[in-house]
């Protein structure tokens, strides 16, 4: 089977009367958590950027409170999937300003955890490669955005 293209689905997705594609998108969300996840953004956080931005930071810092420090192994796991959840989530939202906001926020509970970073090649490269995903993010931004978020960026070298 081929699968259809955005737009083939969007012309179809037109004809189709409201119920129809309210069960669509109920059918949708039942096969994949992900998906499930975009329609909660799309319909309850999506107009609240902010306090989308806010749950997700705080869900950041829950996720480095419960980290397991024990080894270094085991906190490489953890900061991961802690990335793993930021990607996610800001291509939930789309928005560059909502991503910079969380790449910084990640790194700076990084900076600031008892992890011994430095330590360590591979921690290395992940905290270089957000604050240069950031610097590249920050100046997509419009010069006003930009002037806001350098003291951040500078903060965090």
Same mark, same amino acid.
């Given at each position: 089977?081929?699968?259809?293209?955005?737009?083939?689905?969007?012309?179809?997705?037109?004809?189709?009367?409201?119920? +129809?594609?309210?069960?669509?998108?109920?059918?949708?969300?039942?096969?994949?958590?992900?998906?499930?996840?975009?329609?909660?953004?799309?319909?309850?956080?999506?107009?609240?950027?902010?306090?989308?931005?806010?749950?997700?930071?705080?869900?950041?810092?829950?996720?480095?409170?419960?980290?397991?420090?024990?080894?270094? @192994? @085991?906190?490489?796991?953890?900061?991961?999937?802690?990335?793993?959840?930021?990607?996610?989530?800001?291509? @939930?939202?789309?928005?560059?300003?909502?991503?910079?906001?969380?790449?910084?926020?990640?790194?700076?509970?990084?900076?600031?955890?008892?992890?011994?970073?430095?330590? +360590?090649?591979?921690?290395?490269?992940?905290?270089?490669?957000?604050?240069?995903?950031?610097?590249?993010?920050?100046?997509?931004?419009?010069?006003?955005?930009?002037?806001?978020?350098?003291?951040?960026?500078?903060?965090?070298?």
């Amino acid at each position: 089977m081929n699968t259809a293209t955005i737009q083939e689905i969007k012309k179809e997705l037109v004809t189709l009367k409201q119920p +129809d594609v309210v069960n669509l998108c109920l059918r949708l969300a039942r096969f994949k958590k992900e998906n499930k996840e975009l329609l909660t953004y799309l319909l309850f956080h999506a107009s609240d950027e902010d306090g989308f931005v806010q749950l997700i930071k705080e869900e950041i810092d829950e996720q480095f409170r419960e980290m397991n420090q024990s080894h270094l @192994y @085991y906190a490489k796991k953890s900061l991961r999937k802690i990335l793993r959840m930021v990607n996610k989530y800001a291509r @939930y939202s789309s928005a560059t300003e909502t991503e910079v906001e969380l790449r910084i926020h990640f790194c700076t509970k990084l900076k600031h955890s008892n992890i011994r970073i430095h330590k +360590d090649k591979v921690l290395v490269k992940l905290y270089a490669t957000q604050v240069g995903k950031i610097r590249k993010l920050v100046g997509a931004l419009h010069p006003d955005l930009q002037y806001d978020y350098e003291s951040a960026v500078a903060a965090l070298e």
